[in-house]
């Protein structure tokens, strides 16, 4: 394992909040390596003590923030404020780190990646065995993805490069693997044969919140959609690989996305709903509207297809959007209608067709809807209705934030949990249909208030998550 983390954007958001927690948890827990040490970088003026101070300002999670763990975690880092757009001044300042492998985080802008990897190679710290890890977005289309995938192949071998997709480090979305690779039951039933549709849905409360101008570049397509949800799609799709090695995995995923179904402009239309969110009232606070001037989508609904033998004519309803009424991350599963209906009650047209729910987030939940006659009046065995085998894990568990299980993995060298330069540009590939679509037909924005399942036009594809007045259904 190797034990140096050089950490770039260090006084970023995502550090303060999550990776510096991450470290501290995982200090504390004995999980990383005796002479563990951080190498923190960021624009800001600091001295190490300065940066100390700083940081146990920032850091939110209280219970890091009070433990020894953090206070350990502090005394094992240096901080140094660097331009990154410096190469030579990167190389200078942390040439004196080669000394051991070293595992170089880069939590900053994709423009920045460039010239920290010349930087990082000057100084020697890309040399084998040391690693690259990247936070999203790796680019904003196909051809600024190639662009970024060839820089960094420049400096260093694919097998050390480590791109995070921090839905892939949750445990239930590593569930998914679990649930569909360790059980017969669901592995005979999963394909177009047996399935009707499958949604997969990531609500969140919060709204743009800061980051107005990363965010109108980028809208719920790209931020959402490209990294998480089609990670979640391919997990769901993807053939059994033959082992859980990163490679096995990968291949299968990479697959499914290039197997998706190009979004036409004359098939936008009916398969795809954007929105943005206007004031509103969220969990009973008063909200204002995202406001840009770029046509930037907060919320999107897609139909997507995958064109292969097992899902054929399946739909895979993809949405996700900020400001809904609840925070809810969903993989629902519905099945055929029963072939020939034996029954009188109720009539076939409105038997429920069996139906599988995993909730990821924020509680964990798998239910499986059946229909029986258990709870029918005696002798009225002929008499069905909608039965749920419910596996909520309650109390939800207390899980590790998804950043802890990637730290390790790259500190180890594991690569599964990371997405590989052909994931991400197959996924590019079908994101840039889709934008591309949206141009040619002029797929407009619409406006939903802020607390709401977004437009009206959105409903039929929320037909798990809507029922009525945009109350959660059945
Ligand atoms: C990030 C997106 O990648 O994921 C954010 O940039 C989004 O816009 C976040 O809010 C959602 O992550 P989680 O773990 O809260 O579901």
Redesign the pocket.
């Known amino acids: 394992m190797h034990d140096t983390l050089l950490l770039f954007g260090a006084t970023g958001d995502l550090a303060t909040r999550y990776l510096f927690p991450s470290l501290t948890h995982l200090l504390r827990d004995r999980l990383l390596p005796p002479d563990f040490r951080v190498v923190a970088v960021g624009r800001t003026e600091h001295d190490d003590a300065g940066f100390r101070d700083w940081l146990r300002e920032r850091v939110s999670d209280a219970d890091s923030r009070d433990g020894a763990a953090f206070e350990d975690l502090l005394a094992r880092t240096r901080y140094h404020a660097l331009d990154l757009q410096d190469a030579d001044a990167i190389s200078a300042a942390l040439a004196q780190y080669a000394d051991r492998p070293s595992v170089s985080y880069l939590s900053t802008p994709p423009n920045l990646f460039a010239p920290a990897c010349r930087g990082l190679k000057q100084a020697g710290l890309l040399e084998d065995p040391s690693r690259l890890v990247l936070e999203?977005p790796i680019g904003h289309d196909l051809a600024s993805a190639r662009e970024i995938n060839a820089t960094l192949k420049a400096s260093l071998d694919e097998s050390r490069i480590f791109r995070i997709d921090?839905?892939l480090g949750?445990a239930p979305v590593q569930n998914l693997l679990a649930l569909r690779f360790g059980n017969t039951l669901l592995e005979a039933v999963w394909q177009h044969r047996w399935i009707e549709s499958v949604d997969i849905v990531?609500a969140?409360t919060?709204g743009v919140d800061g980051?107005e101008g990363y965010?109108a570049g980028y809208g719920a397509l790209r931020?959402?959609v490209q990294?998480?949800m089609l990670q979640l799609l391919a997990l769901i799709a993807m053939e059994p690989p033959a082992s859980l090695d990163a490679d096995s995995v990968r291949d299968e995923k990479r697959k499914v996305l290039r197997a998706l179904r190009p979004m036409s402009a004359d098939s936008a239309g009916v398969d795809s709903v954007r929105g943005r969110y206007g004031d509103g009232v969220v969990e009973g606070t008063g909200v204002k509207g995202f406001k840009h001037e770029r046509e930037v989508e907060t919320f999107v609904a897609l139909r997507a297809y995958i064109d292969n033998w097992r899902w054929s004519g399946v739909p895979f309803r993809l949405v996700t959007g900020?400001r809904m009424p609840s925070r809810a991350?969903e993989v629902v599963v519905t099945f055929k209608p029963v072939s020939h209906w034996l029954f009188d009650r109720p009539r076939s047209e409105q038997a429920l067709p069996d139906r599988l729910r995993m909730r990821l987030?924020p509680e964990e939940a798998i239910e499986l809807r059946l229909m029986g006659s258990l709870a029918a009046p005696e002798w009225g065995a002929t008499e069905l209705q909608p039965l749920s085998l419910d596996l909520a894990m309650s109390p939800t568990p207390k899980r590790r934030i998804?950043y802890e299980r990637l730290m390790i993995d790259a500190l180890k060298g594991d690569q599964t949990l990371f997405v590989r330069d052909d994931e991400v540009e197959a996924a590019w590939r079908w994101i840039d249909s889709v934008s591309e679509a949206w141009a040619t037909a002029g797929t407009p924005v619409e406006d939903y208030p802020a607390g709401s399942w977004g437009p009206s036009t959105a409903a039929s594809f929320l037909p798990n998550v809507i029922s009525g007045n945009g109350k959660r259904g059945a």
């Open positions: 999203k921090h839905y949750k990531v969140e919060a980051r965010y931020d959402m990294n998480h900020k991350t987030q998804a």
